[in-house]
């Protein structure tokens, strides 16, 4: 049985692996359907990522350190999370990396969300899932730093494939309208 789930309090609940679905490029998946999911607001605090109306079963139950609050894990060794990444004390940015936690431990960042004015965000952005489409990073006052632009692109569902460490936005035929791996960061 696959777990995900949230930290800071929130209860780990389970989810069977099937409901995990499996990535049109195959593997251990994270879904999100915009629609029926709505927006979620997923906060970097020193206790670890909240999220606001997170669904039904836990996002992370890998944990995190103080330089890696992750978003969305694994509890499994060598295999991608989504979260926030500390650059130096109160900087972090929002990173793909490698994830070990058996020890806590990150591998080199594959995908870092870059701003026009700025890189890193602090202690108290948000990582925001719209649910018109689009993800936005913003600092804690409320400052937009990275968006994938991608309100207007008709994106119905998010995938974090945490096999091959990419963040994908679907269209509603099943074309993508923007992954990680192709945008280093910008949108």
Known sequence: MARFGCVAGVAVLMLAATALG????????FEWDFAARGDAVCTNLATGVTID????????TAGFSDSHRNIISYDTDDIY??????YSPGEFYLSIYKWFPSNSSAG????????????????????????????????SDGTLVWTTGTEFAGAVSMEFNMDEGNLILYHSTGAIVWQSI???GSP
């Open 22 to 29: 499996v990535s049109a490029q195959g593997g251990n998946v």
């Open 53 to 60: 109306n997170h669904p039904p079963y836990a996002m992370n």
């Open 81 to 86: 999370a989504l979260g926030f990444e500390q």
């Open 108 to 139: 080199p960042s594959v995908f870092q969300a870059k701003g026009l004015n700025t890189n890193t965000v602090d202690e108290g952005a948000t990582f925001t899932i719209l649910s018109n489409g689009s993800l936005d990073l913003r600092s």
């Open 182 to 184: 192709d945008n280093n």
